[in-house]
């Protein structure tokens, strides 16, 4: 089991940034990649940003230059800094936790809103 503890949402104007905060814990696999999904009403989840064990990062096109994604290892912690948030980014965001091993094996936070006020 892996627990994820995620934090940091919250409403923002236009322009301005926050920072999102995911805790992991429990049975960390040593191969894993944190990451970060958002899910907007009506919509399908999908991929905001994620980051490997060995620090190898993907992001959406519609967050690049936008957004980072960082980890603190010692502390099992994933980050994603939003900068320059636009409307659109109004969504309930996500962490997860994905096992690469074979078969694979995700976990998800329970999932922090973020509300962009244009």
């Not at 089991?1 to 814990?25: F, H, K, M, P």
């Not at 980890?71 to 659109?88: C, G, I």
Request: charged letters at 15%; hydrophobic letters at 35%.
């Amino acid at each position: 089991q892996v627990q994820l503890q995620e934090s940091g949402g919250g409403l923002v104007q236009a322009g301005g940034s926050l920072r999102l905060s995911c805790a992991a814990s429990g049975n960390i696999f040593r191969n894993h990649v944190l990451g970060w999904y958002r899910q907007a009403p009506g919509n399908e989840r999908e991929l905001v940003a994620t980051i490997t064990s060995g620090d190898g990062t993907i992001y959406a096109n519609s967050v690049k230059g936008r957004f980072t994604i960082s980890r603190d290892n010692a502390k099992n912690t994933v980050y994603l800094q939003m900068n320059s948030l636009k409307f659109e980014d109004t969504a309930v965001y996500y962490c997860n936790y994905r096992a690469l091993v074979v078969p694979s094996y995700d976990y998800w936070g329970q999932g922090t809103q973020v509300t962009v006020s244009s």
